[in-house]
């Protein structure tokens, strides 16, 4: 079973409007995570995955564009973490259609520590160096 993410002072990162997105994203991780614990239909898994990448997508684009604004060096390397977490999502949700457990069980443990070292790393660099700029 993987635990919940639990959203508090830890994954600030010191913007609002980028905390404000990482709380829904964590919101949305967490109503994955349940309903595969609880045995949800792959349809409605499914369901949720599209709902948690297209947050993800809007998001990314909403730090993306903060970073150009305010000439962040590290666009690219930041972009390109982006991108595959979007990849291993979209990915999953084939897995999840597919409806092999074993792997999906895998797939939501990688995902949560993507978002969290994500977050934790690369997000709280970009957010101290935004909160000194912004
Ligand atoms: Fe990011």
């Not at 369901?47 to 990448?53: K, N």
């Not at 684009?61 to 972009?79: D, P, V």
């Not at 978002?115 to 970009?126: S, W």
Request: net charge negative; proline share 1%; charged share 30%.
């Amino acid at each position: 079973m993987v635990k919940d993410l639990v959203w508090g002072e830890i994954l600030r990162v010191g913007v609002d409007e980028i905390d404000d997105d990482h709380r829904k994203l964590v919101n949305i991780f967490n109503l994955l995570n349940h309903a595969v614990m609880e045995g949800e239909s792959p349809e409605y898994l499914a369901a949720l995955l599209d709902e948690l990448i297209n947050c993800a997508v809007w998001h990314f684009s909403h730090e993306e564009r903060l970073m150009l604004k305010h000439r962040y060096a590290g666009i690219e390397e930041h972009k390109a973490e982006h991108q595959e977490l979007i990849v291993s999502a979209k990915k999953l949700k084939q897995e999840i259609l597919q409806a092999d457990k074993a792997t999906v069980n895998q797939q939501i443990e990688f995902l949560e520590r993507w978002l969290t070292e994500h977050i934790f790393a690369t997000d709280m660099r970009l957010g101290s160096y935004l909160s000194q700029v912004m």
